[in-house]
């Protein structure tokens, strides 16, 4: 090997060459937000949680709890009460799948081909984020669909109405990267549905979704408190119900949003770029 | 058609200096040099293991090198892995399209990703399937092509962008012969489009049809680089295997033709068990006159045939020791990748 070519002159490394722009980084996330789209076309049954689970749930809780939550002949008064509710909880449900479908897609071959492109990385973890967003809304869609034939009155009118589902969509998108992160962070899809069941649980019933929490005893009633699922369901009830105290549990969980987002997507864009 | 490469003063499009990677005490790659020159097609032969999976994921950015350089097409993999990426492409071992995505769509998916326009993705896609023969399948999810298809549509997925650059990574590996001279056909006429190829291979006969140099890698070392004719000198060419009519005769036959005292012809031995004469030869004028010697002596022949050296027998060749496969399986650092440093 001559000098000549040990010492041959490099493209000089400008900081910002290949660096992408924000219309070519929308771009690339609308691609990758149809693939994700496409794959859903592909394999219907990967819908079944956000579409059959609330219709499930919603049945399950309306008349075998709630002639016991709200008395017997009160279940209408308890729809008003669960529906509300329920919308914490799709977030929930659907940032699970997040995790675990996050996990398997590594585990494919063709997230080499998207890592050795000329793509922002975070686009392919956006995308994903993007995706899981519809699929709550269709989610939310169905409970709700549920719950008016089930006799649920919008009696806060019809702003705080949408004002309860963007609080609980920027939640569970909030939720969603702590799955993304765990979905990288852990070996195998089952070991991330483990973990999130063992911290869905009790987040879950530990709160205001499902019933009253004065029924509770002090400690559980203590923890339902800080439980930002039920200061969403709290703040969504009082929205869609048009009685209760709004601003608090709103922004307790505008605050859990937001702290939850901008701690866990830089760490999980840091694992996915470190990820060989 | 293929994008211009930056290359240095001496035409390398790929210039690798001293590159470790080690995966705690497993010593992946470990300290290779290689040049690819612009244009040109550079065969990596090692056995499994030898840390050729490991080089090429350096080169491609997906991989930190712990110590060495490495440029490609004028990029540095560490300080401009963005700019570099946009001059490579990488067909691995293990097909990397989306199996739930059709052929049709995993290829525009790419183009878009590549900031062609709808309508110019589409033609392009379509384009490759055309040329890659995977029109007629064009609707059809991935997972449900056989796996010569997945390897062709991977290999289109790699060319949307027209790279300077191409990683094969043992890309006929698992193929049968037909898909393997189809996989052979396609990366010919990219060379001919004027693409570099750094290509991973453990077979002797695929770096033979493809490349024009040679890297031999062993336990993430370099062990022998050169042109292919140079090595296969080295390693005695090829085998000329001819098999009497008479498996008597073999003895006779392999007397007659060390007697015949022909240039060049040394070294030929009776394979009693197999029934044929093993004739290491470097040209097609020996094997002519191996046979002429033959015929004029009167011997009835069955077969003919010849062999390119084994991975093997090039490693004995050149090591005077087996691969080192057979040594320790296990160690096999390209397999564990993902484990290693999940």
Known sequence: MSAATMTAPRAKPRADEGRIGLRANLRHIGALVRRNALQIKQDPESMFDALLMPVIFILLFV?????????KGNQQEYVQYLVPGMMAMMGMNIAMA???????????????????????RSSVLIAKIVVEVGRMLIATAILLGMG?????EVKGGILPFL?????????????????VLLGLALKTPQAVQGIAMLVLMPLQFGSSIFAPTQSMPGWLEGFTKVNPLSNLADAARALINGQGAVLHPTLITLGWAVAITAVTMPLAVAKFRKKT | MTQQTK??????????????????????????????????????LGPNGAGKTTLVRCLSTLLVPDAGSAFVAGYDVVRQPRALRRTIGLTGQYASVDEKLSGRENLYMIGRLLDLSRKDARRRADEMLERFSLTEAAKRPAAKYSGGMRRRLDL??????????????????????RTRNEVWAEVQRMVRDGATVLLTTQYMEEAEQLASELTVIDRGRVIAEGQVDELKAKVGGRTLQIRPTEPGELDRMVGAIAQAGLDGISGATADRAEGVANVPIISDEQLTAVIAVLGQRGFALAGISTHLPSLDEVFLAITGQKTSEAGSPEDDPDQSDAEVSA
């Open chain 2, 7 to 44: 290359p240095t003063k001496g035409g390398n499009a790929v210039e690798v200096r001293g590159l470790v990677k080690h995966f705690g005490d497993v010593k992946a790659v470990d300290g290779v040099d290689l040049d690819v020159r612009e244009g040109t097609v550079l065969g990596v």
């Open chain 1, 148 to 152: 008016f034939l089930l006799g649920l």
């Open chain 2, 156 to 177: 289109a997925a790699s060319m949307i962008g027209q790279p300077a650059v191409l990683y094969l990574d043992e890309p006929t590996t698992g193929l049968d012969p």
């Open chain 1, 63 to 71: 008349y075998v709890f709630g002639g016991a939550i709200a008395g």
């Open chain 1, 98 to 120: 997040v995790g675990s479908g996050v996990n398997e897609d590594f585990r494919k071959g063709v997230m080499d081909r998207f890592r050795t492109m000329p793509i922002a």
């Open chain 1, 163 to 179: 004002g309860a589902i963007a609080l609980a969509t920027a939640f569970g998108a909030a939720l969603m990267w702590i799955f």
